[in-house]
C-alpha cells in the first residue's frame, strides 16, 4: 500500500520519492502547436518520455499558442499532414437526450483546490512557484492510481503569460489573440486528423492558421472570448461527428482563451510543475492562479476531467446532476441572446453525461458568462444561498432575497457540496454550497495577495510570514468573495451579494412575475368526508391500498403528524418475485449519498432546506427581466384539494386536465393510452397550457377503464415533452388516488411532478376520523382527539417531512434541485417500461414489460369489484407478517426450527435432523431474493467431503452485523460476542461503544457455566471473552473514547446501514437505561439520534482522512468501512480502496434490528447481491481487489447464503438477525418498543430476565452452517473457499417462470458474469494492515523520553515543527497511552509544544495527561474524538490581524470529544463541538451548528457565532457572548432553553472557565471581558437542555454544592 510523507522544515513540495521520479500516464506527450510553419522537430519528446511509461495510453497535450515556441517548452511539427478520414459515425440526434444515470455512476470524485491572486493585478512567477507548492501540500486530498503512482488529476489554471510568449514573438497583439491548451490522441495519425479538425473549422469561422490565431477585425475582450467560445463548441460539434466516441474524447479543448489557460493532467500535485516546462520558465508570469488537486474514485480516470476546467475548479459533489442535465437538455434549444446572433443552436449540447459534474456545471457556468453574466452572478443563480431563515443576510444584504426568488423561476440549483473556485480572467474567486460542506480558508498579506485553499498552511509560512498577514478568514454556506484583479478590490460575501442584487430591480420583478398560491384560492379543508364509507373501500382495493396501508401509513400519520417507525428490516420478496400484486411504486428503489457525497440532517438543519415549488413555464435563463414568466408559487408539493380545483380552473396558467386510464382487456392499451396521453399534452403544452393537471379520479369508478398508474403517467409525459424540448414551458401536477404514503410523494416529484394532490389519502384520513371505532378510542384515551380537518393537516405535514428526509438522504436540501432528478433504482422493470417512461434509470435485472404492468394493474382495480360486499380491507401483509399475507423469511416456523436445531438454551441438545429440516424449509419457501434466482453450477466432478478444508477455516471468516448495545440487550449482544470469539470469528460492536469490562478473557466460570463478573450470562466457559473484535464508529460517535478505539482489532466506519441508507441511527429514550447512557456519555431516558452524515465525511478526501486518522491511533487494527448496496456502490468502494481501507463490506437494504422510518425499510437501498457484484467487478477491473477484503452481510440465514456470497465475490460473510434467532429471538418485531418478550432487544431488566440464549446456541448454527458450506464445495468439485470465492460463472439464472408470473424477462447475467482473476482470498485475509507511512508522531515517539515518560508516568516537555500534511498528529501518542494506561489512568504529563500549521485532526483522541500547545492555525476536526488532556492554540505573536476576527481553526472541531479542556484564541468554523460529549473549551466565535448534537460538556464563545446554534442539544452547557444583541436570532429553540446566566454556579463556571483561557492564549478579548465582569457577564446566554435545567448552574432553586466540573455524568 502506498505511503506518503512530505516532511521538510517549511514546505511539502516533494515526497519520499521526489517530484521527478513519478510515472505518467502519458505517452510520449507532446506539447505542440495546432499548426506551426517552417520549424523542425527539435526532439523534446525524448524528454518528456522520461515522465511516461508507454504502456499506459493518454492524450497528448498540445498547447495552441499563436507562435513557434521555444524549443525547451515545446516540439513543432513541420508540417500538417490531413489524413483521409474514417466512416463518420451516424449523427446523433440530441434534441432532448436525457441523462443516463450508468454512466454518471461512472465517475465520483473530490478534491482540494484554491488560488492565489494579487489585487494590484501585478503578474509574477511567484505566483506559480506559490501554487504549485501549495498543490504539493495538498497531495493526500488527492488520490492515484492502481499502480500507487500515477495521479488522478492535478492542474493550474492561469492568466495566458503573454510575456513567455513575446520572448519568441514580440509583435504579438495582446488584445487580439487567443491561446488554447488541446489534449489529442495518442497517435500520429489520429493526432493529424484532429488537427485538422481544428484547422477546417477555425477556417470557417474566418480565423487564419498560421501558428497563431488572429482573430476577426475589431474582435478584442468579450467579443473575442465569445468568439473563441463558439469555435470550441464547433470543434466539439465536429469531432463527435467524424470520429469515433473513444477517440473523440481524447481530443479535448482545455482552454481556448484570450485571458486564461490551463495547464492539467493526469499527475500528482508534485509533478505538474516538472512536466509542463512552461511553468518553470522564470518568465511564465501570472496576476493569478487556481490549483486543482483530484480524488477520482475510478482507477482510470480520463484526461479532460482533471482540473481546473475552463471556467471553475470545484471540490464536491452535484448530487442533482441526472436532473440538472435533464432539464438543461429540455431548455437548450429555446436559449436565445442577441449577443449570439442567432448562433445559439451552434452551441447545443451543453452538457453531456459521460463527462463529470464538475465538467457540466463549468459548461453552463462558462455559458452564462460568454452571454454577459458576471462571473459572481452566473454562480449565486447556478450554487444558490439559503437565503430564508439567515439572520445575518436579512440584516446585511437583504436585498440579495429577491434575487434569488426571481431566478428560482428561470433556473433549478446545482446542489451538493460545493466550494468552486473560479475566474474570468479579470476577476478570481470562490463560493461554497448553502449547506458549507467542504472547508474554504482565505488570507490576505500586506502586499495585497489574496490566498484562497481547502486548507491553511499549504505554503509552509504560518510562522516565517505571520506578520504580513493581516487578515484571516473563511468561506461560510453559501458566501463568496472575489478578487477583482482588473479594478484592484477584494469584496466579501455581502458585498459581492449586494452588488449582484443590485444590478436589476428584482423586487419589482418578482412581484410582477410571482403569484403565491393563495391568490388563487383561500385553502379550505372539508370537515366531514365526501365518499360513501362503501365507496371508499372499493377506491382503496381498486388502487392497491391495504390495511397496513391504510392504518400504519395513512392513519398513523393523520393521528400523530409524524412518519411511522418499525423494525426487523424487510424480508418480503422483492416485488418483481412477489406472486402478489404491487403498486408500480414499489418496483424502485431510494437512492442515498454515502461516501462521495454526503447525506444531510432535515431534522436539525432543515433552516438549509425548502419544499417550494413552482407553476408555470420557465422562460429564457440567458434573458432576465420584468416579464421572463409568470408563476405560482408553492410553498409544498403537496396541494389540499381546494387548492387542487383553484390550479385546475387559473385561466394564466390556462391549465389543462387530463384525465389518465386505459381500456381493460386490450392488449396494449396502456401504452397506446400512455402514447395519446403524451401526444394531448404535447398540443395543448404548444398552444400555451403552462400548467397539466394529470388526474385519475373517477366520479364513478368504471371496471372498463382502470387508470394509468400515476407514476407511468407522469413520468411519461415529462420525458416526452423533454425529448419534444417543451419541458420547461409547462409544469406537471398530479391529482391522484395512488399516492398516499411518502416515498410515492417523492416518487411522482423525482420524475417530473411538480405537485400533487392526494385525495384518496385525504378521504381516508376523513372516514378514519369519523369511523366508530376511531371515536371510541378518541373517549377512552387511547388516541389524541385530532378534528378532522387536523387530520389531514397532519397527513400534509407527515408527508412533507418525508419528502425534506427523503431528500436529504441524497443531500439535497431544495425541492426545485430534486425535482425531476430521477434518484431512484428500478429493480424489476424492463426497459420498454423504462425507456418511455423513466428515461436514464437505472434498471439492471429487466423485469416486468408494459403489458406486464397493464395486467397487473388491471387486476388491482379489478379487486374494486367484488361480487359481495367488502367490509375492510385486504392486510397483504407486506409490513407486518401475517398467516395470509407476504412470505417473510425471518419467520416463526423458521425461529422455531432453527431454536430446536441448536438446543435452545445450553446447547447440548443440538439437532442435525432438525437443522436438515431448516434448510429444507428454504428450500421449499418462495422465492425472496435475487439468490434465489440463481443455482449453482460445476465444472468440476465432485470429491469427497474429507478433501474439503475443515469448518474451522470456514467459520473463521463468519462475522455479525453491527448490532449496538441498546438496540438489543446486554445479554444478547455479549452471549453474541463470546460466541463468535470461540470460532474465530469476528463480532461486532455496533454503534455506542463497550464496556472494558468486556476486554478481560473469563477465569471464575463455575461447573454449570456461570461466572460471578456476568451473573446474567449462562453457558459459560473459562477462557470466554466477551469483546467485539470490529469496534464501530458511527456518525453519533457513542462511546468512542481512545481506549475502545486501541482495543479493537478491526475499527469500522458505518457509513450507511441497510434499514435506513442515508439517516442516522436512533436510540428510543426508554431504551437509554443508566448503563447505555454511561457508555455513551448522555443522559439516561433521553432519545439518541445519530447525525445522518458522519460530519467529518462529506466527501471521499474526507472519508480517507478518517481511515488516516484510525490508523494512526491503532496502526494494528485494520480499517473497514461499511456501505449499503446501489447502483453505482462499485465506484465508491474503489475510492474507499484508494483512501486506504483495508475491508469493505457491503450491506443488503433488508437488515435493521432498531427503530427505523417504514418507508426507509421498504423502499431504500438495493439487494445485496447486486452491491456485492458490483464491488467485486469494479475492484478487480481497476485492479484493487487484492488490496481490500470484502465483507457482505444482508440477510444471511444458512450455508446456500454464503456461498452464493463467495461465487459474488466476498471474502466474509456477516450474520444479523438469525444470529439473534440463534440466541433466543422469536421474532415479535416490538424491538423498536422496548417491550421484547424474550429480552432480546429490550433494556428493561424484568425481560432481559427472560433471555433464553447460551453461546453454545450461535456457535452449534455457526458449526451446521459451515457443514452445509463443506457439503456444497463437495457436492461442486472444490476443495475450498480460496477456489470459489469470486466465481460467478458457477452460477446460473433458475427457470422461475412457474413459480412467479413476474419473473420470465428477469435478467440477472450482471449477477453471473466472471469478473476475472482476484488472487487468493485468505492471503487478503492475512495481509498486514495498510499503513499511513512515516509520520510526525513516530518520530516523537522514537524519542526515547516520551517512551519512558509514557511508560512511567513521568513529566516531559518537548518542542516540534509542524506543517498541514502532519494529519491526525499526536494521535498515535495518546493510542500509546491509551493502550498502557485506559482512557483515565495516566498519571504522567507530556507537555507538547509545536510551531506552524496543524494538518487535519490535530489533536484527535487527546488523552488525559497531554498537554499540547500550537503556535500557528489548525485545519478540520481539532480534538476529534478527545478524551482528556488539554489542547491550545493561538496565532504567531507577531500576526498583524486580531484574534478574535480570525479564523484560527476549521470545521468540525472537538466532534465527539468525551473529554478534556481546549482554548482557541481565534474563530472556528463551522458545527463547533457538534456531539461533544463532556470537554470544556473556550473559542472566540464559530461558524453555524455550533453545540449541534451535543449531550455534555462546556461551550464558551466570546464573539458571534453563526445560525442554528444548539439544534439537538441534549445536553451540556453553553455560554455565548452577544455583543451584538442578535444572538437570540441564531438559536435553534427546539430543545434548549435560552437564558441569561442566573445562578452563582453558573457565573463562577463560565468565570473560572474564562479565566483558564486568558492564563493560557492570552487573548485580548477575554482580557477586556474580564477586566470590566460585573458588565459584560450580563452580555452572555446561556443554553440550557431539558436535561440541565435542574443543575446548580442552571437553576437558582438548586443548592450550589460545588463548581460544575463537567456536566454530564
Not at 1127 to 1139: C, D, H, R, Y
Not at 1392 to 1417: N, P, T, Y
Request: with cysteine.
Amino acid at each position: 500500500m502506498e505511503t506518503r510523507t512530505f516532511r521538510s522544515a517549511r514546505t511539502c513540495a516533494e515526497t519520499e520519492r521526489g517530484a521527478i521520479a513519478h510515472k505518467v500516464p502519458v505517452s510520449s506527450a507532446k506539447v505542440i502547436p495546432a499548426a506551426a510553419v517552417g520549424r523542425k522537430a527539435t526532439g523534446q519528446r525524448s524528454s518528456l518520455k522520461e515522465f511516461a511509461p508507454a504502456s499506459k495510453a493518454a492524450p497528448r497535450a498540445a498547447s495552441l499558442t499563436p507562435r513557434a515556441l521555444p524549443t525547451n517548452h515545446v516540439e513543432v511539427v513541420e508540417d500538417v499532414i490531413v489524413q483521409e478520414a474514417s466512416p463518420a459515425p451516424a449523427k446523433i440526434d440530441r434534441r432532448g437526450q436525457v441523462a443516463d444515470m450508468e454512466t454518471i455512476l461512472k465517475e465520483r470524485d473530490a478534491c482540494g483546490v484554491g488560488f492565489i491572486a494579487s489585487l494590484k493585478n501585478v503578474a509574477s512567477h511567484t505566483i506559480v512557484q506559490q501554487a504549485l507548492t501549495a498543490l504539493g501540500c495538498m497531495e493526500h486530498r488527492g488520490a492515484c492510481s492502481a499502480d500507487n503512482d500515477s495521479g488522478d488529476g492535478a492542474g493550474l489554471m492561469v492568466q495566458v503569460p503573454w510575456k513567455l510568449l513575446k520572448k519568441e514573438t514580440p509583435t504579438l497583439n495582446e488584445t487580439t489573440t487567443g491561446v488554447g491548451m488541446i489534449f489529442m490522441p495518442n497517435d500520429d495519425a489520429l493526432e493529424i486528423q484532429c488537427k485538422s479538425i481544428f484547422e477546417e473549422v477555425a477556417a470557417s469561422e474566418g480565423l487564419k492558421v498560421a501558428g497563431m490565431w488572429e482573430g476577426k477585425e475589431g474582435q478584442v475582450g468579450d467579443e473575442l472570448e465569445r468568439e473563441l467560445f463558439i469555435l470550441r463548441k464547433l470543434v466539439e460539434k465536429k469531432k463527435t461527428e467524424v470520429l469515433n466516441a473513444d477517440v473523440a474524447s481524447d481530443f479535448y479543448v482545455c482552454t481556448l482563451s484570450n485571458r486564461t489557460m490551463v495547464y492539467k493532467g493526469m499527475l500528482r500535485s508534485v509533478v505538474v510543475g516538472a512536466y509542463f516546462k512552461d511553468l518553470q520558465d522564470p518568465d511564465f508570469e501570472t496576476p493569478f492562479a487556481i490549483y486543482h488537486r483530484r480524488f477520482s474514485t475510478n482507477t482510470t480516470p480520463k484526461w479532460p476531467l482533471a482540473q481546473p476546467m475552463r471556467f471553475l475548479g470545484h471540490n464536491g459533489e452535484i448530487n442533482t446532476l441526472q436532473g440538472n442535465l435533464n432539464w438543461v437538455a429540455s431548455r437548450e434549444h429555446e436559449l436565445e441572446h442577441p449577443i449570439w446572433k442567432g448562433r445559439e443552436e451552434e452551441l447545443t449540447p451543453l452538457c453531456d453525461a459521460a463527462e463529470s459534474d464538475s465538467a457540466n456545471l463549468d459548461h453552463v457556468a462558462e455559458l452564462l458568462v460568454r452571454t454577459g453574466f458576471e462571473a459572481p452572478e452566473s454562480l449565486m443563480l447556478l450554487i444558490p444561498e439559503a437565503y430564508r431563515n439567515h439572520p445575518d443576510l436579512e440584516k446585511t444584504y437583504p436585498e440579495v432575497t429577491e434575487f434569488y426568488e426571481f431566478y428560482e423561476g428561470l433556473q433549478e440549483g446545482w446542489d451538493g457540496p460545493a466550494l468552486i473556485v473560479f475566474s474570468d480572467g479579470k476577476r478570481v474567486g470562490a463560493r461554497l454550497d448553502r449547506n458549507g460542506l467542504r472547508p474554504a480558508r482565505f488570507w490576505r498579506t500586506s502586499d495585497d495577495i489574496i490566498y484562497v485553499a481547502s486548507e491553511v498552511g499549504v505554503l509552509g509560512d504560518v510562522i516565517t510570514n505571520a506578520e504580513n498577514i493581516v487578515a484571516k478568514g473563511r468561506l461560510g454556506p453559501g458566501q463568496m468573495i472575489v478578487a477583482d484583479i482588473s479594478e484592484g478590490t477584494f469584496m466579501e460575501n455581502s458585498e459581492v451579494s449586494r452588488s449582484i442584487a443590485q444590478k436589476n430591480p428584482y423586487k419589482e420583478w418578482v412581484k410582477n412575475s410571482i403569484r403565491p398560491l393563495k391568490a388563487l384560492s383561500a385553502p379550505d379543508i372539508p370537515d366531514a368526508p365526501i365518499m360513501q364509507s362503501s365507496d371508499l373501500i372499493k377506491m382503496q382495493c381498486a388502487t392497491g391500498m391495504g390495511a397496513e396501508d391504510a392504518q400504519m401509513i395513512v392513519e398513523a400519520m393523520a393521528q400523530t403528524g409524524v412518519e411511522p417507525t418499525y423494525c426487523m428490516g424487510d424480508d418480503i420478496p422483492l416485488a418483481v418475485l412477489s406472486s402478489k400484486n404491487h403498486v408500480l411504486y414499489n418496483y424502485f428503489k431510494q437512492r442515498f449519498a454515502q461516501v462521495t457525497n454526503p447525506a444531510i440532517d432535515p431534522l436539525r438543519e432543515g433552516l438549509v432546506m425548502s419544499l417550494e415549488t413552482r407553476l408555470g413555464g420557465r422562460g429564457n435563463l440567458l434573458m432576465p427581466s420584468a416579464n421572463a414568466y409568470t408563476q405560482v408559487l408553492l410553498k409544498s408539493p403537496i396541494l389540499l384539494e381546494s387548492e387542487m380545483a383553484a390550479i385546475q380552473k387559473d385561466t394564466i396558467l390556462k391549465s389543462k386536465t387530463f384525465q389518465v386510464d386505459f381500456e381493460a382487456g386490450t392488449e396494449g392499451s396502456l401504452e397506446a393510452s400512455l402514447r395519446k396521453l403524451c401526444a394531448d399534452v404535447e398540443a395543448d403544452v404548444k398552444a400555451g397550457c403552462q400548467c397539466v393537471v394529470l388526474s385519475d379520479k373517477q366520479e364513478k369508478m368504471d371496471s372498463g377503464k382502470p387508470p394509468i398508474p400515476m407514476l407511468l403517467a407522469v413520468g411519461a409525459v415529462h420525458h416526452h415533452l423533454i425529448k419534444t424540448g417543451l419541458r420547461s414551458d409547462t409544469s406537471i401536477v398530479a391529482d391522484t388516488v395512488s399516492c398516499f404514503s411518502t416515498h410515492h410523494a417523492a416518487m411522482l416529484i423525482g420524475y417530473g411532478a411538480h405537485a400533487i394532490c392526494p385525495h384518496l389519502a385525504y378521504e381516508t384520513c376523513r372516514q378514519w376520523r369519523m369511523s366508530p371505532r376511531t371515536q371510541s378510542l378518541v373517549r377512552s384515551g387511547k388516541v389524541p382527539d385530532v378534528s378532522v380537518v387536523n387530520a389531514q393537516k397532519n397527513f400534509k405535514k407527515s408527508t412533507e417531512k418525508g419528502i425534506l428526509k427523503i431528500l436529504s438522504k441524497m443531500g439535497i436540501s431544495l425541492l426545485q434541485c430534486y425535482h425531476g432528478a430521477q434518484i431512484f433504482e428500478a429493480y424489476g422493470l424492463g426497459n420498454d417500461v423504462v425507456d418511455l417512461c423513466f428515461k436514464g434509470s437505472v434498471s439492471r435485472i429487466g423485469g416486468m414489460t408494459l403489458q406486464d404492468l397493464q395486467a397487473e394493474t388491471e387486476g388491482t382495480w379489478a379487486k374494486g369489484f367484488p361480487e359481495k360486499p367488502m367490509t375492510k380491507l385486504e392486510d397483504f401483509g407486506f409490513i407486518q407478517s401475517r398467516a395470509k399475507g407476504e412470505y417473510h423469511t425471518n419467520n416463526q416456523t423458521m425461529a422455531k426450527l432453527l431454536h430446536k436445531s441448536v438446543g435452545m438454551g445450553n446447547g447440548s441438545g443440538k439437532d442435525s435432523d432438525a437443522y436438515k429440516a431448516y434448510m429444507k424449509h428454504f428450500e421449499d419457501s418462495p422465492v425472496a431474493v435475487l439468490r434465489d434466482c440463481l443455482e449453482f453450477k460445476s465444472d468440476r466432478k465432485p470429491i469427497s467431503i474429507d478433501e474439503v478444508e475443515g469448518a474451522d477455516k470456514i467459520m473463521s471468516r463468519f462475522c455479525t452485523g453491527g448490532m449496538s448495545l441498546g438496540a438489543i440487550s446486554r445479554e444478547t449482544h455479549e452471549t453474541i460476542a463470546i460466541a463468535v470469539n470461540r470460532i474465530g470469528g469476528k463480532s461486532n460492536s455496533g454503534e455506542g461503544g463497550e464496556d472494558p469490562s468486556r476486554w478481560v478473557h473469563m477465569s471464575d466460570v463455575d461447573a454449570e457455566g456461570k461466572s460471578s463478573s456476568v451473573p446474567y450470562l449462562r453457558g459459560l466457559q473459562n477462557g470466554d471473552i466477551a469483546t467485539s473484535r470490529i469496534k464501530q464508529v458511527a456518525s453519533g460517535r457513542f462511546g468512542v473514547t481512545p481506549q475502545f478505539l486501541v482495543n479493537a482489532d478491526q475499527l469500522e466506519i458505518k457509513v450507511a446501514q441497510g434499514a435506513k441508507p442515508g439517516e442516522g441511527g436512533q436510540l428510543p429514550g426508554p431504551k437509554v437505561s443508566p448503563y447505555i447512557a454511561d457508555l455513551r456519555r448522555s443522559k439516561p431516558g433521553v432519545p439518541l439520534i445519530s447525525p445522518p452524515p458522519h460530519h467529518d465525511i462529506y466527501s471521499i478526501e474526507d472519508l480517507s482522512q478518517l481511515i488516516y486518522d484510525l490508523h494512526m491511533i491503532n496502526p494494528n487494527a485494520k480499517v473497514s468501512v461499511k456501505l449499503v448496496s446501489e447502483a453505482g456502490i462499485g465506484v465508491i468502494a474503489s475510492g474507499v480502496a484508494k483512501a486506504n481501507a483495508d475491508v469493505i463490506q457491503v450491506s443488503g437494504h433488508d437488515g435493521g434490528t432498531g427503530a427505523s422510518p417504514i418507508s426507509s425499510i421498504k423502499h431504500a437501498g438495493g439487494p445485496m447481491e447486486m452491491g456485492l457484484a458490483e464491488v467485486h467487478q469494479v475492484l478487480v477491473k481497476n485492479e484493487l481487489r487484492e488490496r481490500v477484503v470484502v465483507r457482505v452481510d444482508g440477510g444471511v440465514r444458512n450455508g446456500r447464503d454464503i456461498l452464493m456470497g463467495a461465487a459474488l465475490g466476498a471474502d466474509e460473510y456477516g450474520f444479523g438477525t438469525v444470529a439473534m434467532i440463534a440466541t433466543g429471538c422469536i421474532m415479535a418485531r416490538v424491538c423498536h418498543t422496548n417491550n421484547c418478550p424474550v429480552g432480546v432487544a429490550s433494556q428493561k431488566e424484568e425481560l432481559r430476565a427472560r433471555f433464553p440464549g447460551a453461546p453454545a446456541d450461535l456457535v452449534n448454527f455457526f458449526h451446521f452452517v459451515a457443514e452445509e458450506v463443506r457439503e456444497e464445495l463437495a457436492a461442486l468439485g472444490y476443495k475450498s473457499m480460496d477456489e470459489f470465492i469470486g466465481r460467478a460463472d458457477l452460477l446460473k439464472q433458475r427457470d422461475l417462470d412457474q413459480h412467479v408470473r413476474k419473473t420470465k424477462n428477469l435478467d440477472l447475467s450482471f449477477l453471473t458474469t466472471f469478473a476475472g482473476p482476484s488472487g487468493k482470498s485468505s492471503d487478503r485475509i492475512k495481509q498486514v494492515t495498510h499503513t499511513n507511512g512515516p509520520c510526525l508522531d513516530d518520530r516523537i515517539l522514537a524519542d526515547p523520553e516520551i517512551v519512558d515518560a509514557i511508560k512511567n508516568e513521568k513529566m516531559v516537555s518537548k518542542s516540534y515543527e509542524i506543517i498541514n500534511v502532519d494529519r491526525a498528529a499526536l494521535g498515535r501518542v495518546a493510542g500509546q497511552i491509551a493502550m498502557q494506561h485506559g482512557d483515565k489512568g495516566f498519571a504522567g504529563t507530556l507537555k507538547l509544544s509545536l510551531s506552524g500549521s496543524g494538518g487535519q485532526s490535530f489533536g484527535a483522541f487527546c488523552i488525559q495527561g497531554m498537554e499540547v500547545k500550537l503556535v500557528g492555525e489548525a485545519n478540520d476536526y481539532v480534538g476529534k474524538s478527545m478524551g482528556g488532556g488539554e489542547i491550545v492554540i493561538v496565532p504567531p505573536p507577531n500576526s498583524g490581524f486580531k484574534p478574535e476576527a480570525a479564523s484560527l481553526v476549521g470545521n468540525t472541531c472537538l466532534y465527539g470529544a468525551t473529554g478534556g479542556q481546549v482554548f482557541i484564541n481565534g474563530r472556528a468554523g463551522e458545527r463547533f463541538a457538534v456531539r461533544n460529549s463532556m470537554c470544556e473549551t473556550v473559542v472566540e466565535g464559530t461558524g453555524d451548528h455550533c453545540c449541534e448534537y451535543m449531550t455534555g460538556g462546556v461551550v464558551v464563545a466570546l464573539g458571534s457565532v453563526g445560525r442554528n446554534v444548539a439544534a439537538g442539544m441534549t445536553g451540556g452547557l453553553g455560554y455565548f457572548y452577544d455583543g451584538e444583541g442578535d444572538f437570540c436570532d441564531k438559536v435553534n429553540a427546539e430543545i434548549v432553553a435560552v437564558q441569561r446566566v442566573s445562578t452563582d454556579a453558573g457565573a463562577t463556571q463560565l468565570k473560572r472557565l474564562v479565566m483558564a483561557h486568558v492564563e493560557k492564549t492570552g487573548s485580548p478579548k477575554g482580557t477586556a471581558l474580564l477586566a470590566n465582569w460585573d458588565v459584560e457577564l450580563s452580555k452572555f446566554w446561556q443554553l440550557v437542555p431539558p436535561a440541565e435545567k435542574n443543575t446548580p448552574e442552571v437553576n437558582p432553586m438548586v443548592a450550589a454544592t460545588e463548581p460544575m466540573v463537567a456536566v454530564s455524568a
